[in-house]
T-cell receptor, first 114, second 115 residues
Framework: KAGVTQTPRYLIKTRGQQVTLSCSPI?????VSWYQQTPGQGLQFLFE???????NKGNFPGRFSGRQFSNSRSEMNVSTLELGDSALYLC?????????????FGPGTRLTVL | KQEVTQIPAALSVPEGENLVLNCSFT??????LQWFRQDPGKGLTSLLL?????REQTSGRLNASLDKSSGRSTLYIAASQPGDSATYLC??????????????FGQGTILTVHP
């Protein structure tokens, strides 16, 4: 069974631009979560989607948004990029089985903002 | 708000040693706790998941324990190998509501096993 895939793997953008990252979950998984990882702040939760609905949102500005499609694939968008948005963006998928839920992570998208 | 602390922050050991990595969390209202490893620049690999009703979970040379009431989990690595070198992260899953996908991570323990 294929794992979680993320595209693109690397991105270089300049300040003020916007970016869209994509995540394809493991087949059959309906929950997709997004995380930002930086050396200073570590791994921080961005948001989680289940059946095309955002269930949880972390403490990030409105420039960060996401969505989930009917096939469970998810995208996240960052508008008006800032230098501090440079990070590894990870998505994770799960079956959504209460109490036994294992999160499976993708390889990440490395975003560099110049 | 859940806060997760991992001790030690870094650990360097010779091959063959048995290791203990510690994780503590402030909110004991959890459904489960996962341990992950992360290789440099890569995503996270799930190692073990312990349900809140369990005390231990084992996979190969790895054994994780959970004491929910005291907010502690321990990852034990037996007979360490150079391939075990990575950052180890723990993450409790919050109970209540629909927060299953909202993991809170510690800063991790950077493990180096040298031959």
């Amino acid at each position: 069974k294929a794992g979680v895939t993320q595209t693109p793997r690397y991105l270089i953008k300049t300040r003020g631009q916007q970016v869209t990252l994509s995540c394809s979950p493991i087949s059959g998984h309906r929950s997709v979560s997004w995380y930002q990882q930086t050396p200073g702040q570590g791994l921080q939760f961005l948001f989680e989607y289940f059946s095309e609905t955002q269930r949880n949102k972390g403490n990030f500005p409105g420039r960060f948004s996401g969505r989930q499609f009917s096939n469970s694939r998810s995208e996240m968008n960052v508008s008006t990029l800032e230098l501090g948005d440079s990070a590894l963006y990870l998505c994770a998928s799960s079956l959504y089985q209460r109490g036994t839920d294992t999160q499976y992570f993708g390889p990440g998208t490395r975003l560099t903002v110049l | 708000k859940q806060e997760v602390t991992q001790i030690p922050a870094a650990l360097s050991v010779p091959e063959g040693e048995n290791l203990v990595l510690n994780c503590s969390f402030t909110d004991s209202a959890i459904y489960n706790l996962q341990w992950f490893r992360q290789d440099p620049g890569k995503g996270l690999t799930s190692l073990l998941l312990i349900q809140s009703s369990q005390r231990e979970q084992t996979s190969g040379r790895l054994n994780a324990s959970l004491d929910k009431s005291s907010g502690r989990s321990t990852l034990y690595i037996a007979a360490s190998q150079p391939g075990d070198s990575a950052t180890y992260l723990c993450a409790p899953t919050p109970a209540g509501g629909t927060s299953y996908g909202k993991l809170t991570f510690g800063q991790g323990t950077i493990l180096t096993v040298h031959p």
